[in-house]
């Protein structure tokens, strides 16, 4: 598939996915846990945005970041496009970060708009981690 253009790219964004020790432990994305009343990020129809997603989980956890709405294209993985695998080359909706690893997707919605009243989401793949906070919200404008 042709790559997007990462040149195009009219924002960056950052998601560093991590967990607070306690009972239960918490996930968190950017520091915060999931709130259903928050949008966390606008996106612009037909906008080419690079996304970077760290897992910075100091606990060693493994995390699978899956995005609703489009399907992404990964960039690098770990600061190299070598790094990035064959399989790993096409559409993608969702993407495994290892301990301490990190990729960058370039995303463009082209389809649908998406409002506070139905917003997309991104979040950790793994069930017990998104159900304990690792997750958010994002519109397509």
């Excluded at 080419?48 to 910075?56: A, L």
Aim: aromatic share 10%.
């Amino acid at each position: 598939l042709p790559l997007l253009d990462p040149g195009a790219a009219t924002a960056v964004r950052t998601f560093s996915l991590s967990m607070a020790m306690g009972m239960p432990p918490q996930f968190h994305i950017n520091g915060r846990r999931f709130d259903p009343g928050r949008i966390d990020h606008s996106v612009s129809l037909d906008a080419v945005e690079i996304w970077e997603i760290r897992n910075d989980d100091f606990m060693g956890l493994h995390h699978s970041f899956h995005v609703h709405g489009l399907h992404f294209q990964l960039l690098d993985r770990d600061g190299s496009a070598a790094n990035v695998a064959p399989y790993e080359r096409g559409l993608k909706d969702t993407v495994y970060l290892p301990a301490g690893g990190r990729v960058r997707i370039l995303l463009q919605p082209t389809d649908y708009t998406a409002d506070a009243t139905a917003p997309y989401m991104f979040h950790c793949h793994i069930l017990e981690h998104e159900d304990r906070g690792m997750m958010g919200q994002f519109v397509v404008v």
